[in-house]
């Protein structure tokens, strides 16, 4: 885990910095991912599973395809949660770890 508030990534073939609290949610590609950002996205060699380990706490797995910032999360409601204008599927098997992480931060 990074103490850190962002990280460097290597895109467009220069490095790139990214605030954590920045990124919205990643998107799979199979050996690749896209970092979405409020009015950026980003392309980036890595895998999913390779990235999840190195990523601050707020953010988890929520399907095979996607990770989340839970702290950028707007709304969920019928297995779907919202992030700005993107609409992403919560999958079965990462619910239950959605539901008790959303839980705790209910006033």
């Not at 103490?3 to 910095?17: E, H």
């Not at 954590?20 to 980003?42: A, H, M, P, R, S």
């Not at 095979?64 to 707007?74: A, G, K, Q, R």
């Not at 599927?89 to 990462?94: E, G, T």
Request: aromatic share 14%.
């Amino acid at each position: 885990m990074i103490d850190n508030k962002y990280t460097f990534i290597k895109a467009d073939r220069k490095l790139i910095k990214i605030y954590f609290n920045d990124i919205l949610f990643i998107k799979g590609l199979g050996n690749y991912v896209e970092i979405f950002t409020e009015n950026k996205k980003f392309i980036y060699y890595k895998s999913l599973k390779e990235l999840i380990d190195k990523l601050p706490d707020e953010f988890m797995r929520v399907h095979n395809s996607y990770i989340i910032n839970l702290t950028n999360v707007d709304s969920f409601e019928d297995n779907h949660l919202i992030i700005k204008e993107h609409k992403i599927s919560v999958a079965k098997s990462y619910k239950d770890c959605f539901i008790n992480s959303i839980e705790k931060l209910l006033l």
